[in-house]
């Protein structure tokens, strides 16, 4: 009940039937909710960056909610609404400086989504401010931030061709801001886009941050964008969070007229598939479902059920007892998941995902942690000892699938 009531919530505008619905799972869950609930409630709605999201729809809705849990919650979005304040003043400040030494700079993720996107930037959560700047200006980049007082995070090692630099942080205000500075959105890797400053530009969307000029990715790039890095980060990574499913809901709600479908669908073959999950979360508006042509008879069970199989699941921290769950959870994830992760709804195209595409996904997991695993070991004397003491155990397969 507790992430059927966050689901509802993710989405920036509100309309008569998402509100009715969130007005009866709220009172259900009021029926029977302990002030633990509660608190459990709001915690999970912390973790997947909705508590501004749930204060500020909880106030369109005659619900009466505990005043301890009202509180708690205000406290909450007032909280993120000055931290996102301090952090736009901040980014305000550092395209004024990359300005001035004639320096190219794109705003991404929720420092821009923020601002653009929703009805007031307290309503988006972010961890730390994404710029992306051309390789040949990352340097001068880099030192115009240090010299400002930005200072290279602690116990933070990463390889030098990384798609962006070690995170620098300043403490404002009480605040620790942090800036990743992006050679490239996305690590390199087959399933992503090779996206630089230099093929974003062209395409650029244009907004204002305190009254300073500032560009992000197309609404296009953005909507891909959302979806690549929130719904299809590779297995190892912590599962999608809500606040993405508000990302994406509110781009095509609030954008619909002014996307371009056929680029879309040209760069994102699956689109109408993948879009039409996210109504089983939070209803989408009617001429949304028409504009997009959205299947979404084609309705899964489980929405909002994320993948949680191996390697996010230990098998070294499984027993007997709960393997057979693992496994089922590796290999049979929730239909709803496979159809937004691979975009196949039904018939031949699910079938092969299901039966194909996701196991070798697993596999070429297994495959590179089983690598790292023998790189680990000497020399290949010792690496023929192990394996003659563990002939291939559960023992040794624990050892294999955990990082």
Not at 9 to 33: I, K, P, V
Not at 357 to 369: G, I, L, Q, S, T
Not at 370 to 395: G, H, I, M, Q, S
Request: glycine letters at 4%.
């Amino acid at each position: 009940m507790i992430r059927r009531i966050l689901s509802l919530c993710a989405r920036d505008t509100g309309h008569e039937m998402m509100y009715s619905q969130l007005q009866q799972a709220l009172l259900c869950f009021q029926e029977n909710a302990e002030a633990d609930l509660w608190n459990q409630l709001l915690h999970m709605a912390e973790q997947q960056g909705l508590s501004p999201l749930l204060y500020h729809h909880s106030q369109q809705i005659s619900c009466q909610l505990p005043a301890h849990f009202k509180r708690l919650l205000r406290s909450l979005y007032l909280r993120n609404r000055q931290a996102n304040t301090l952090r736009l003043n901040a980014v305000a400040e550092i395209l004024t400086w990359f300005a001035a030494a004639n320096i190219q700079v794109m705003t991404v993720k929720g420092i821009a989504l923020c601002h653009f996107l929703y009805t007031e930037p307290g309503l988006r959560p972010m961890r730390d401010i994404d710029l992306l700047v051309s390789e040949k200006d990352l340097a001068v980049a880099q030192e115009i931030l240090l010299t400002h007082g930005y200072l290279p995070a602690e116990k933070y090692d990463i390889p030098k061709d990384y798609y962006h630099l070690p995170p620098l942080v300043k403490t404002i205000a009480g605040l620790p801001v942090t800036i990743e500075l992006h050679r490239c959105l996305f690590p390199a890797h087959p399933c992503y886009p090779a996206w630089s400053l230099e093929t974003l530009l062209p395409n650029k969307h244009t907004f204002s941050i305190n009254n300073i000029t500032a560009h992000t990715l197309s609404l296009e790039e953005t909507l891909w964008y959302v979806y690549l890095h929130g719904f299809q980060a590779p297995l190892t990574y912590e599962p999608f969070r809500l606040i993405h499913v508000a990302d994406l809901v509110t781009l095509i709600e609030k954008y619909s007229e002014q996307l371009d479908q056929n680029m879309l669908k040209k760069n994102w073959p699956t689109m109408t598939n993948v879009l039409s999950r996210f109504h089983g979360l939070t209803p989408l508006q009617e001429q949304v479902i028409n504009r997009f042509n959205l299947p979404i008879k084609e309705h899964a069970h489980e929405a909002g059920q994320p993948y949680q199989g191996w390697p996010q699941r230990r098998f070294r921290k499984t027993n007997l007892l709960t393997l057979p769950q693992l496994l089922k959870d590796t290999f049979l994830p929730s239909r709803w998941w496979v159809q937004l992760y691979y975009g196949h709804l039904c018939g031949y195209g699910y079938w092969r995902a299901l039966f194909f595409e996701h196991p070798r996904a697993v596999w070429r997991w297994f495959k590179d942690y089983f690598f790292v695993y023998r790189a680990c070991l000497p020399n290949a004397t010792e690496r023929k000892k192990k394996k003659k003491n563990n002939t291939l155990n559960f023992t040794l397969l624990s050892l294999c699938f955990s990082p």
